[in-house]
């Protein structure tokens, strides 16, 4: 039995972010859930669980972390832990995460140190030369690997047999051994270990991805995507396999729930998770059947495919109450070059027909994709305009940032325009959701323009939706002042108030809302 020290990093964003979203980290419980299922004694330490309320100024680049100092991180690790897991999730927080892996090196010089995620993944090669403190690094889906590794360790074997890490050897090159085959069963996949989380803390502020429905837990009920967006890092990290679990088992999971937990809400975390129009409406009957009173929203941005009116009507009698559309652009040159197969008048109707059933419908769209034009841009406002006109409730507009383990990161790289990763690159890219600071890629549109059409595109969905549909304005008034959010719109407004009321300074999650 080895002794297992599993952290979550601080979350890093930027100075004048819209939103801050702590949310219990369902990486880290799946981990531990592994770790211990397979005899294991295992620790998590979620250094923003634990200091929810507590903010500070990065020292590297010009970001506010949120969470543990990590020197309190340090204090908290066990003497005994033999291995220590770090995860990175996010390519911005690795400034970070280097500096915090230097520390537990100088502080733990006989542990083993281990990272994994999403970042990690994309780029092992750059990590393990910027980061010579890491041990090994975990590859794609990390449960198998990192319980295979934790125990070949513990054997006092090296793991060059294991698939799926990478790590430097003593002659200096990166081994990388063979990518790991994805999970194919999930439903035999250990659950969270929500119980070495200090969960409560988020219950208790209603933190969520999606809107704020109360006391809210995330889950998966499916792993992967079939699509191959050009932007995304999905189709390198997880490949195109999509796995579903049983559904009467997520449907006893969401259970154990609300009788451990007292949830309200489930956030479903799901890359795609309406494919199959049978395994949803299974989902959602068996749901229905248990009467276990919660709401549950898809708020990752999902396809239109299999959401018609049967299904949409499915998920609003089962208890779902916000779905996140992805369309990301309106334009159909940008969408076919982005390899988005959506086809946007289909995925209005969808809205359309979602509204109707009584979900709240929000939509995610992208400003600034390289080779992205002022017509392109036209044309996604005026589908921005028409989502407004059609009932969908809320829209987010970003800018376009790359991500390592993309099409278009690589593509950017090979043109000379991402040259090294430096500092400001890592900052660039939270600039996504930034209202001052936008970094523009493309060659076509300034970071200015960008700003502005971004601003533009807010302001006129906004309106147009209001406008249309005056009601909505007394019901977000009501909503409020009742502190009960329906759309995101609303959770936004509430932050900013509170924020406002507050003297606009940046806060901690736990002061969200
Ligand atoms: C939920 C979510 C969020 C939530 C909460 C995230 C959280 N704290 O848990 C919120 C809303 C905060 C969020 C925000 C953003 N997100 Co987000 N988010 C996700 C999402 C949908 C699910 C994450 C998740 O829990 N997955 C399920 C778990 C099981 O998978 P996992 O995290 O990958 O963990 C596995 C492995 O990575 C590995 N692993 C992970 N850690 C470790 C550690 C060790 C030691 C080991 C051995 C293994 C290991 O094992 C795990 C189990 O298999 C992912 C997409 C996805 N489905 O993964 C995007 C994703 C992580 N987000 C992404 C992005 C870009 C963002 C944003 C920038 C917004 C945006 N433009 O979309 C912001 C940035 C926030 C910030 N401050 O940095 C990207 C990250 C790309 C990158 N390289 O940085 C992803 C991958 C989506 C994508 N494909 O583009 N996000
Ligand atoms: S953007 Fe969405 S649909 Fe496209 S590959 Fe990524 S997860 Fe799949």
């Not at 430097?168 to 999970?183: D, K, N, Y």
């Not at 035999?188 to 200090?198: G, N």
């Not at 959701?433 to 323009?449: C, M």
């Not at 924020?499 to 736990?510: C, H």
């Amino acid at each position: 039995m080895s002794h297992v020290t599993i952290i979550r990093p601080p979350s890093i964003f930027s100075k004048s972010a819209i939103t801050i979203n702590a949310t219990p980290p369902l990486s880290v419980a799946y981990l531990a859930g592994s770790i211990s299922a397979a005899g294991h004694q295992i620790e998590v330490i979620d250094a923003v669980g634990e200091a929810l309320d507590q903010t500070y100024d990065c020292e590297i680049y010009p970001l506010v972390a949120n969470g543990l100092r990590h020197e309190e991180i340090i204090a908290r690790i066990d003497a005994e832990t033999k291995v220590i897991g770090v995860s990175c999730q996010f390519t911005s927080e690795w400034p970070e995460i280097r500096k915090l892996a230097r520390l537990l090196r100088q502080n733990f010089p006989d542990v083993t140190l281990v990272s994994g995620g999403e970042h990690l993944t994309a780029e092992p090669e750059f990590s393990l030369r910027d980061c010579p403190e890491l041990d090994f690094l975990v590859l794609g889906e990390g449960e198998e690997t990192f319980v295979d590794l934790v125990g070949i360790l513990e054997n006092g074997d090296f793991p060059s047999e294991v698939d799926g890490l990478a790590y430097l050897a003593e002659g200096g090159e990166i081994v990388q051994t063979p990518r790991r085959q994805r999970i194919t069963e999930l439903d035999r996949i250990p659950l969270p270990r929500w119980d070495l989380v200090p969960l409560e803390g988020y219950l208790a502020k209603g933190l969520s991805f999606g809107v704020n429905r109360g006391r809210t837990i995330p889950m998966l009920a499916t792993r992967g995507c079939p699509y191959q967006c050009t932007f995304c890092s999905s189709p390198n990290m997880w490949t195109t396999r999509w796995k579903a679990r049983r559904p009467d088992l997520v449907v006893d999971e969401i259970e154990s729930y609300v009788k451990q937990y007292q949830v309200d809400n489930i956030d479903f975390y799901d890359l795609t998770a309406v494919v199959r129009k049978d395994w949803i409406i299974e989902f959602a009957q068996l749901l229905m059947d248990r009467e276990l009173n919660i709401t549950w929203q898809l708020p990752s941005g999902t396809r239109s495919e299999a959401l018609d009116e049967e299904v949409l009507s499915y998920l609003y009698r089962s208890g779902c109450r916000n779905l996140s559309y992805a369309p990301e652009s309106g334009s159909p040159r940008v969408l076919k070059k982005i390899k988005k197969k959506v086809e946007p008048s289909r995925m209005i109707a969808s809205m359309r027909t979602a509204v109707a059933c009584g979900l709240n419908a929000k939509a995610n769209i992208i400003f600034g994709f390289p080779g992205e034009t002022h017509s392109d841009i036209w044309r996604s406002l005026y589908f921005i305009a028409r989502m407004a006109i059609n009932g969908v409730n809320d829209v987010s507009v970003w800018t376009y940032s790359p991500y390592p383990g993309t099409e278009i990161f690589a593509e950017l790289k090979q043109r000379g325009k991402i040259k090294e990763f430096d500092d400001d690159y890592f900052a660039s890219l939270l600039s996504y959701a930034d209202l001052k600071n936008v970094v523009s890629w493309d060659d076509n549109l300034s970071a200015q323009v960008l700003k502005i059409y971004r601003i533009f595109g807010l302001l006129l969905f906004y309106t147009t939706s209001y406008a249309s549909n005056p009601l909505r304005f007394f019901r977000t008034m009501r909503n409020l002042m009742t502190n009960r959010h329906e759309s995101r719109m609303e959770m936004t407004l509430s932050i900013f108030l509170k924020r406002f009321g507050r003297g606009l300074g940046v806060e901690g999650a736990g002061g969200k809302l």
